[in-house]
């Protein structure tokens, strides 16, 4: 059984070696630096999950670069982060698999896992050791429900997105005169469609909107055009999807066929809204729309300077690059303060944390029971070949464009 | 053979394994044994029906997830001890085999046949644990974590270890015994001609209905193993096609309807993975395709899994030795 | 409920999806049907001639249905080659082992088109994508309308392949019973690869059809292949008609079962459907003897 545990090590040279940290490409120098802090990214790259996987990958490993360019960890005496990868392969065990072998490296923290029920499984697994876990994405409030030390949501979950799209939905419709009254949800059957949409069925009609019809869906669907036709048999002013890519992007290009045209559609969660490949592939079907979702602090430089460096390499901008840029940075202060990689310390750090060089707008972290109390989405919308925020005012780029114009 | 001989084997190896724990104090490594483990006991289950009886299932999700949902769910909504809601949710997989087994049996179904039905079962079962608030719909059930041995969860892995390995070994030596059995005679002769057994007086859907109920129950036990594991459940996990598949898998590449085939067979798939995470660098996916390449050319040269290696290297041996003693007869 | 214009609606968008259903099962029908075999790798397959459909139109600016003409072709060869010296070899002629060769197949497909591309969801936009005819209550697109005319087609053509030609009827005496046909002078491995080409060629021509209105993923194809094997089983295994009419018929049940249950659950119905066929009338519609 040695050889098992020497594959293990094997593995690590391998993904460190191939994962190419452009600082840390020239092994020769690596030896003459300052120590070592490795931490664990924890990432699905193949499976159903694995664009999600990809994308967060490319922030979490720009994060590492940009913290090592900058001098490493000071308070370690300019200690480098190392990334550990560990692909979860879009499963809970595939997480867990990883999470122990993240252990036995030596890791002193690990940050992603993106679907809720990874981020469940792992950070479930990290708590045995109590090793620090940062979720990335997760949205499910179960993972920070269960009372573990050691597992940190940095983004917001379910119930305040939920919250947030609703007040802003109000406010957006008030604003325009309330042209909306009525509302039909389509969601994904999963998680975090059907999570959402029961949140969604018991909130908006308190707030005024009738919900004509919620309409579930699998992941994948085949054919949209029963969901549209569903849609255009209620005639709603409002549409509501919480879906992943492919769906919403085969439902707006249904509708758009259908000449199926609400007043509004008002996305949350939305895996193709906020998703620049969309709108660059289907402006048509994509104007307009507007989403209640995770996205980065526009008046932050480094997080637009992060945008184009990510857009130069020809990868697209999804909200999984700065969420886990943050979550890196956000562990990089942690240790910054604590002054050592001890899990202890470092998990006493991350809850005192007061973190405000992330480039989310949350304003500095505080965490209760794990969860970023300043956690929040910002609603953006589709407008020409750009997406805009339009809520929170306080930092909006663009004005909402509500009702749509027929 | 004798009784001895025919046990033998399969005892040493459980207590080789059981040492495991002992020698190597590594997570990965235990990590990775119990979740191999877990895949060969559904892979055990499998094998008794589609091993030794012949039916070919390709639906044993609905025995995994049964055992897995009832096991979660008892504790985490009725607070049922887990060790009870262990017992139950086998129970209730066996139930769920015998029904499956009972309406596609008597309808005569076979072959191809029979693998459709079974996955069409699984499919259905998938949409609806997905669907209903029951069993937590999509946002899917947690067992809360509470490392107690009441509880059946343990803070070591090495504890873990030797569950599952008493479950593979119990199932193991079960399995050993139906082969040495009436029971076993009968499920082969269903295998080989279902006619002719039951001309000779076989009661073929009888035998069937044993052998998939008891199959149902070892799958489920598997599934309950797994969720008392990860403390997680969704129904893509309880009842997705993956578990189908590797119940499967694992017998056929290990050696079909040999009582130690699918164990082989779930160490030999999982050890095959970790092995092409090696290749698996910078591009995500390699690995994997390493991992279905070697599983064409395992097919390609070991036909016969890899118990039907063994055996032909064993008949080499056997072969040489007796040319070896002519030889020695011949220049004396 | 729904107002009769709407449901007349779903039942024509049923008949349009089914029929894009009816060219994935034909190829998988015809593998059965002569090979013995449920072919795990059709899913795969699929994906991959979407790929090749996405390539040839992004990279040679090909529209996918001028690539029909190049990808069927190349699929053809593809199935062929692989049957003949991958499958069949790999396989000793044991049915579990075709299983296990092709589900490894699919992995190593899968993977490599992930790989290759990448996890990104991939779409072509070609001109006519929102064309559509107004039919008073309701629009039909254009892709759509036309790829229903062309499923039609190759299953007419497909028909006639094997009853009108010498490979066709060699194909069907295959299938009927192997060892006569080896003695009568037959290639049997040829035509198993000439089968499984036409599997192929019958997957790469839905990708082309497909391609305009849906979105390719390395894992876009297994969408297609659980309702492709109730689509058989329904149809009868092996039988080309059966084929096509159960994939019209699961296409409309699919799309009413939606409207009336919710997209989710709605799939239960096909899956309830095929239950209920296989343990009354496992032969199927149209299927000879089991």
């Given amino acids: 059984m040695t050889s098992a545990i020497d594959i293990s090590r094997r593995t690590l040279l391998t993904t460190t070696a191939a994962a190419g940290v452009a600082s840390l490409a020239m092994p020769g120098i690596l030896r003459a630096q300052a120590p070592i802090i490795k931490i664990g990214i924890l990432q699905p790259v193949t499976g159903a999950l694995a664009y999600d996987g990809q994308q967060g990958q490319i922030g979490a490993e720009a994060a590492i670069k940009a913290i090592n360019d900058a001098g490493g960890i000071k308070a370690m005496g300019g200690a480098k982060l190392q990334m550990v990868f560990g692909d979860a392969r879009s499963t809970p065990e595939g997480g867990t698999a990883e999470v122990e072998r993240m252990q036995a490296e030596g890791v002193a923290a690990i940050v992603g896992g993106f679907a809720s029920p990874i981020c469940l499984a792992a950070s479930q697994a990290a708590a045995r050791y109590d090793l620090p876990y940062i979720v990335d994405v997760g949205v499910s409030d179960a993972i920070v429900s269960r009372g573990l030390k050691n597992t940190f949501r940095f983004g917001p979950g379910f119930g305040t997105v939920t919250k947030t799209a609703l007040d802003n939905l109000t406010k957006l419709n008030d604003a325009a005169g309330k042209p909306a009254k009525t509302v039909v949800l389509v969601h994904e059957d999963g998680l975090f469609g059907s999570g959402l949409a029961k949140l969604m069925q018991a909130e908006l009609p308190k707030r005024g909107f009738e919900v004509l019809d919620t309409i579930a869906h699998p992941t994948p669907s085949r054919d949209m055009s029963n969901v549209a036709l569903q849609i255009r048999a209620k005639n709603p002013d409002l549409v509501i999807p919480s879906s992943y890519y492919g769906e919403f992007a085969l439902l707006a290009r249904t509708m758009q066929q259908q000449r199926i045209r609400p007043k509004g559609i008002y996305a949350v969660l939305n895996g193709a809204a906020s998703n620049f490949r969309f709108v660059k592939e289907f402006q048509d079907a994509a104007q307009f729309v507007m989403d209640c979702n995770h996205w980065h602090d526009p008046r932050k430089p480094v997080a637009e300077a992060l945008r184009k460096q990510v857009e130069a390499s020809g990868k697209f901008w999804t909200y999984n690059i700065p969420l886990n840029w943050s979550c890196v940075a956000l562990l990089a202060d942690a240790l910054e303060r604590a002054g050592s990689a001890d899990k202890a310390k470092l998990t006493e750090a991350l809850a005192a944390s007061t973190f405000a060089g992330h480039i989310m707008p949350y304003g500095p972290t505080r965490f209760t029971n794990g969860q970023n109390e300043g956690g929040a989405p910002v609603n953006t919308q589709v407008q020409g070949a750009d997406i805009k925020v339009i809520f929170p005012a306080d930092f909006a780029d663009a004005k909402a464009v509500f009702p749509v114009p027929a | 053979m004798n009784a001895t001989r025919a046990y033998l084997p399969a005892v040493a190896l459980l207590l080789l394994a059981g040492l495991i724990p002992v020698l190597v104090a590594a997570n990965t490594v235990l990590n990775f044994i119990v979740f191999t483990l877990i895949i060969a006991l559904a892979a055990q289950g499998w094998n008794l029906l589609g091993g030794f009886g012949g039916q070919f299932s390709f639906g044993h999700a609905a025995f995994f997830g049964t055992g897995a949902y009832a096991t979660a769910i008892l504790q985490a909504r009725y607070g049922v001890n887990a060790w009870a809601g262990f017992a139950i949710g086998i129970a209730l997989s066996a139930a769920v085999g015998w029904m499956i087994g009972y309406l596609s049996f008597r309808s005569g179904l076979r072959g191809s046949y029979f693998a459709l039905v079974t996955l069409a079962f699984a499919e259905v079962f998938r949409i609806l644990a997905n669907a209903s608030a029951f069993t937590g719909g999509a946002a899917g059930t947690l067992v809360r974590l509470d490392m107690r041995p009441e509880n059946f969860q343990f803070a070591s892995r090495a504890v873990f270890v030797w569950i599952a390995l008493a479950l593979v070994g119990f199932v193991l030596i079960m399995t050993i015994a139906i082969g040495r059995a009436r029971f076993g005679a009968w499920l082969a002769a269903v295998r080989e001609n279902e006619d002719a057994a039951r001309a000779l007086g076989v009661d073929v859907l009888g035998v069937k209905l044993k052998a998939i109920t008891l199959s149902a129950g070892v799958t489920g036990a598997a599934g309950a193993l797994y969720v008392q594991y990860y403390l997680y459940l969704d129904a893509n996990i309880a009842y997705g096609a993956w578990i189908s598949v590797e119940a499967l898998i694992a017998p056929i590449i290990g050696g079909i309807g040999t009582p130690l085939g699918p164990v082989i067979g779930a160490v030999t798939l999982h050890g095959l993975g970790e092995l092409t995470k090696l290749f698996a660098g910078r591009i995500p996916g390699i690995d994997l395709v390493i991992y279905g390449a070697l599983l064409v050319a395992a097919i390609a040269f070991a036909p016969d899994g890899i118990m039907g290696l063994l055996r032909k290297a064993q008949r080499r041996k056997d072969a040489d030795k007796a040319t070896d003693q002519n030889v020695t007869e011949g220049t004396l | ?290």
């Fill in chain 3, 1 to 290: 409920m729904f107002a009769p214009d709407i449901i007349l609606a779903a039942v024509l968008n049923g008949l349009m999806t089914g029929s894009v259903y009816a060219l994935i099962a034909l190829g998988l029908t015809l593998v059965y049907g002569v090979l013995h075999i449920i072919n795990f790798a059709h899913g795969a397959t699929l994906t991959a001639a979407m790929f090749a459909v996405y390539v040839a139109h992004t990279v040679f600016r090909l529209d996918p249905y001028l690539a029909l003409v190049i990808v069927t072709p190349l699929f053809f060869g593809l199935g062929y080659g692989l049957q003949r010296f991958v499958i069949g070899p790999a396989s000793h002629g044991e049915d579990r082992n075709i299983l296990l060769v092709t589900l490894g197949l699919s992995i190593l497909i899968e993977n490599a088109m992930l790989a290759m591309f990448r996890s990104d969801t991939r779409s072509i936009d070609v001109p006519y994508a929102f064309s559509s005819i107004d039919l008073g209550f309701t629009f039909l697109a254009l892709p759509r309308v036309l790829a229903f005319g062309v499923a039609l087609l190759v299953a007419l053509l497909l028909g006639l392949l094997l009853t009108r030609t010498d490979t066709g009827k060699a194909i069907r005496a295959v299938a009927k019973e192997k060892t006569g046909a080896a003695l009568a002078g037959i290639d049997v491995a040829h035509i198993y690869a000439v089968t499984f080409g036409l599997g192929a060629a019958c997957v790469a021509i839905a990708a082309c059809l497909l391609m305009p209105t849906f979105y390719v993923t390395p894992r876009a194809g297994n969408a297609f292949v659980l309702v492709a094997f109730t689509i058989v089983v329904l149809g009868g295994m092996g039988s080309i008609p059966g084929a096509l009419i159960g994939a019209l018929f699961i296409g409309v049940v699919e799309s009413l079962c939606g409207l009336f249950f919710g997209e989710s659950l709605g799939q239960i119905g096909i899956f309830l459907i095929f239950i209920l066929v296989l343990l009354v009338k496992p032969t199927g519609l149209f299927g000879a003897r089991a």
